[in-house]
């Protein structure tokens, strides 16, 4: 009887971990759908005035992206919709400016 618990239980482990799998995938290749979402590694985050700003790594270069305030975690590799870029813009809340920056409706779900 221990021993069918225990294969049960192993069983379960080993479906959670792939449904985890092909969640991820299932993520990713939506991602890939949506000519211009940008992905990458957040290096870092801030929020101010109903915006988050997030620096990424996309493919060795740095881009900034605003979208509206939402959780982003630096240290994980997100996805960005597509935006318009804006050069030298200035955020006054932040008082700080931003050679290029990439204003986006959000993070791909």
Do not use: H
């Given at each position: 009887?221990?021993?069918?618990i225990?294969?049960?239980?192993?069983?379960?482990m080993?479906?959670?971990?792939?449904?985890?799998?092909?969640?991820?995938?299932?993520?990713?290749?939506?991602?890939?759908?949506?000519?211009?979402?940008?992905?990458?590694?957040?290096?870092?985050?801030?929020?101010?005035?109903?915006?988050?700003?997030?620096?990424?790594?996309?493919?060795?270069?740095?881009?900034?992206?605003?979208?509206?305030?939402?959780?982003?975690?630096?240290?994980?590799?997100?996805?960005?919709?597509?935006?318009?870029?804006?050069?030298?813009?200035?955020?006054?809340?932040?008082?700080?400016?931003?050679?290029?920056?990439?204003?986006?409706?959000?993070?791909?779900?």
């Amino acid at each position: 009887m221990k021993r069918f618990i225990a294969g049960c239980a192993v069983c379960m482990m080993l479906i959670g971990s792939a449904s985890m799998v092909m969640a991820a995938e299932k993520k990713a290749a939506k991602a890939e759908q949506i000519p211009g979402a940008m992905t990458g590694k957040v290096l870092e985050t801030m929020d101010s005035g109903g915006y988050t700003y997030a620096q990424i790594d996309n493919k060795g270069k740095k881009i900034w992206i605003a979208i509206p305030q939402a959780k982003v975690t630096k240290g994980k590799t997100m996805t960005f919709k597509p935006g318009m870029e804006m050069k030298n813009f200035e955020s006054k809340t932040l008082k700080r400016k931003f050679d290029s920056i990439i204003f986006s409706d959000g993070i791909v779900q």
